[in-house]
């Protein structure tokens, strides 16, 4: 460990030099400013499969309909509907006028118009290339509907759906939507840091370096996307950029309140600077690391959006790491103590988080530890009973938190024709087995009808309409029981696919992502602990307790979206997402707090490494707690009800990891197993100090479970030794 420490006092010193911290100002400036123009634009997606290994029916079936006639075309669906009441004679003459001002636009012949069985509605299909770009896409469809809207009698609506319509309001509503997340991130982190700091101008350096770290992830992550082929859409840059305001604010305020420690123990500035960077640095790193390769894991989803969050994500907290590590030190060390004005941390001054209120919060825990682990327990469980009767997957009407044309017009349709016909479900297979095909198709149970729809020498393709709503748990069935009777067809080696069946395909592929990724990132989480606390109880509890957060704020999101917001369902990425989020960064603090513990733990036990590590650590964690789950709350400016689910979901569990398990249930556990929390290290053969008097920082009485120790502050933390805070 010697050389590992003397590295990292020279690193320290060289990136705090008094010319150094400016030449690595201007490198990073330099660097940053390089990646920024060649960055451009991340490649995107326009395929509705695309998230899909190549292996899976919905895709195999996308792929056989590309060579029919007509199988290169996206639809879009133009509603007609008139409150209720049937359609007259001007009604169908308007929209026999539409058919031809949308052939401009339509890639083919436009078929007549198809009238409900109550006459009250009309739909006609405009094809449009199913391979334009989204931009492509999002102008054709706003051609159709300024279409649409001329000439129509009074009363009558046109609405434009269908999976042309969904994906250009998808598009629509991404714009400047992330520029609206970001600047209400950067308002939010700005806020918080102030009120952190008490400083009019102390949070502008980490706020600046924080930024810096963004931009520059984000021309890294277009730069990656275009080398590698991996499609980055709008959502996952969104995630991106909190996950590096987060982070990196994170990592900032640690270091910075490791700083001003250092600075009212220390004359020289640089001295103190250095000290810092050397103590918090290896927690920093050690936070980081946990992150990024908990992120990488998504490398072996089969869900290629998963994929693409992971490699961006470890991108952006890799950037903010090295930010933090390289970027801020030099940025303080060019600032001089009077940053911190009005609060100017002096040499001789107390320190105050020794005797504040996370002290006698500590104290609280010390004289009742058992009582306040299961009050904790009974809490943990009762939110998590939230997730009974949960259910998992959206529809394309429940997506959206705005008002989309797209999925009104889909409600519309919806009440005038099967509830499929809006987006049917496509079955390809060989044209020698046609009538076969048929006869499986129609005979299915929960088929509403079927009809050929495009024919070669070789392939036929069969568009059949369901009468379930479209993802619906009906549907689902229906989907599964259409593939057993055609793949039964002898001779058709039929594929069924389609949005609904792609969807019930993506769904599969998020649970078996779930059952696969999980267990890898537990693993990660708990190697990364034991190598930094060496020991194997303390990793295994801190995760337990990281896992048991997860399914609180699960439990108690569920019922935050029934009950409050409406929401029906889980999208089919939140869980594994919000898992990940969560654990990878909510065992940060349970890394700060424990880190910090056993540095303490090393010259006064156990008991009071644990209490002192709560003092001295608490208000930055708990400042940390809350700026990330405010950040994580931003999400909701976006318009998907996924990035809210999952904004609110670790959001809610970083709040209860924060201010309640870190603060309450870990120094509970510690206290009570002792110094067998770090079996099998050296701190769990040195028994803690005997009780040095009277003054017992747990307060007067003994503890349920705990032998005293001696006064909070009785042992100082040792001159320039490293910490975990």
Known sequence: MEPLRAAGRRFSAAVTGRWSAWLVLLVALALSGAVVSLGGEAR????????????????????????????????????????????DAGDEAAIGAHVRAFAPVATGPISPPILSPDRSAALLAVPLPADASPDEVTDAVDRLRDAAREGLPSRLTAQVSGGAGFRADVASSFDGANHTLLLVTVAVVAGLLIVTYRSPWLWLVPLAVVGAADVTANGLIAVLSRAVDLPIDPSTTGIVDVLVFGAGTNYALLLIARYREELRRRPDRREALRRALTSAGPAVAA???????????????????DRAIGVAGAVGITTAALYGLVVLPAALAVCGRGLFWPFVPRPGQPEPTRAGGWAKVGAVVARRPRTVLAGVLILLVVLSSGLAGARLGLSKTEQFRVQAESIDGLRTLSRHFPAGAADPTVVVGRAAAEEPL???????????????????????????????????????????????????VPGADARVGGTVAANL?????????????????????????????????????????????????LGASVLLFTHVLGYPALDTSVPLLSLLFLVALGVDYNIF????????????????????????????????GVLLAAVFAVLGVLPLVTLTEIGIIVGLGVLLDTLLVRTLLVPAIVLLLSRWFWWPGTLARQADPAPSGAGSSAGSGPPDGAGSGPPLGATPA?????AGQ
């Open 287 to 305: 936070s980081a690391t946990t992150v990024v390769l908990s992120l990488l894991t998504l490398t072996v989803a089969v869900l290629r959006n």
């Open 505 to 553: 395909d993506t769904r599969d592929a998020a649970v078996r992502d779930l059952r696969v990724v999980v267990p890898l990132i537990l693993a990660v989480v708990l190697l990364v602990l034991t190598v930094l606390l060496r020991s194997l109880v303390a990793p295994l509890l801190l995760v337990a307790t990281v896992v048991g957060t997860f399914f609180a704020a």
């Open 718 to 722: 040792r001159e320039g030794a490293p």
């Open 438 to 488: 048929l006869s499986a198709i129609t005979g299915t149970p929960g088929v509403a009808s079927a009809r050929p729809s495009g024919r070669t020498a070789d392939l036929v393709g069969v568009d059949v309409v369901l009468a379930a709503e479209p993802d619906s748990a009906a549907s689902y069935d229906t989907i599964r029981e259409l593939r057993d009777r055609v793949h039964a």
């Open 44 to 87: 995107t997606s326009n395929d509705p499969t695309g998230a899909l290994p190549a292996s899976t029916e919905s895709v195999e079936a996308a792929a056989l309909a590309r060579q029919l006639p007509g199988g290169r075309v996206n639809p879009a669906l133009v509603v007609y509907s008139r409150d209720g009441a049937p359609l």
């Open 593 to 624: 707090l424990a880190a910090r513990a056993r540095e303490e733990a090393a010259g006064a036990g156990t008991r009071q490494g644990i209490l002192t590590s709560l003092a001295v650590t608490g208000g930055v964690i708990t400042s940390a």
